[in-house]
């Protein structure tokens, strides 16, 4: 990488592959969580990451790049800790605070890496770019928000 297109260049590439490897998990956290609102949301939450894949294939696209070839190493650890995590014998209570745990994890490290990218789509001029990834990241925020308020107002109380 010689400048800050190549790095946005990699980033795009990075998030592809976090997106692709997230599209196979949320299943799983989904499957493992006990709240029937929780399931629902890590649903909607899947189809919301679809659409995040899409864009992305858009953005890439537009830039003329592929947006395979890189191999999101962040996720795959976040996602690899998960499913140790849903390997653990736990109180029923405990299971859905613990998903919530893990799913905020993975939540913060795309919020941080799109906001990163939504400041090199702008230093770089591409202002189409950058509100589709802000469209994202926002989205990020809302999930987020929605798990941190799940936790705190009911799961995290069964838990204890």
Do not use: W
């Amino acid at each position: 990488m010689k400048n800050l297109k190549d790095l946005f260049e990699h980033q795009i590439k990075d998030l592809y592959s976090a997106e692709t490897q997230l599209i196979e998990a949320l299943p799983k956290l989904q499957k493992r969580a006990k709240d029937d609102k929780l399931k629902d949301a890590f649903k909607n939450h899947l189809e919301e990451t679809k659409q995040h894949q899409k864009r992305l294939k858009e953005i890439a696209d537009e830039l003329g790049i592929e947006p395979t070839g890189e191999e999101c190493k962040a996720m795959e650890g976040l996602i690899k800790e998960a499913e140790e995590f849903m390997k653990e014998k736990l109180d029923t209570d405990v299971i859905d605070a613990g998903v919530i745990a893990e799913a905020q994890r993975v939540e913060h490290y795309e919020i941080s890496t799109y906001g990163t990218a939504v400041r090199f789509a702008k230093e770089l001029g591409h202002d189409g770019i950058a509100r589709k990834l802000q469209e994202t990241l926002d989205e990020e925020y809302k999930t987020d928000d929605l798990l941190t308020e799940m936790a705190e107002s009911r799961l995290n109380k069964k838990a204890k």
